[in-house]
């Protein structure tokens, strides 16, 4: 199985990679491979002022063939459940409101 990795180091790079209009969440990957929609990802990231990484296995439901003015070409990958969606929103809550582009959907 294929990884990606995310190493998220402010909230304004989080709310560019977060995918939360997918039902169980999920983050966008800048990567120069394009894995087809449906292929299992292992997939990786650390969130904003913390030590540890993630871990999660997840389907790529997105995908940016080519880099754009507002994202690096990429695949979005979902969640595998949704245990990570309702800690990211808590750090994303005065951003999500907002009608700001993002990297994903």
Request: aromatic share 10%; glycine share 8%.
């Amino acid at each position: 199985m294929d990884c990606v990795e995310l190493d998220i180091t402010t909230l304004e790079q989080l709310y560019q990679a977060y995918m939360g209009r997918v039902q169980s969440g999920g983050l966008y990957f800048p990567s120069q491979t394009l894995w087809p929609l449906g292929t299992e990802l292992l997939c990786r990231f650390r969130l904003p002022q913390q030590a540890n990484w993630h871990e999660y296995v997840g389907r790529v439901v997105w995908v940016n063939p080519q880099t754009t003015s507002h994202a690096d070409k990429g695949v979005g990958v979902a969640f595998g459940d949704s245990a990570f969606k309702p800690p990211i929103e808590q750090l994303l809550a005065d951003r999500l409101a907002t009608s700001k582009l993002t990297s994903t959907l």
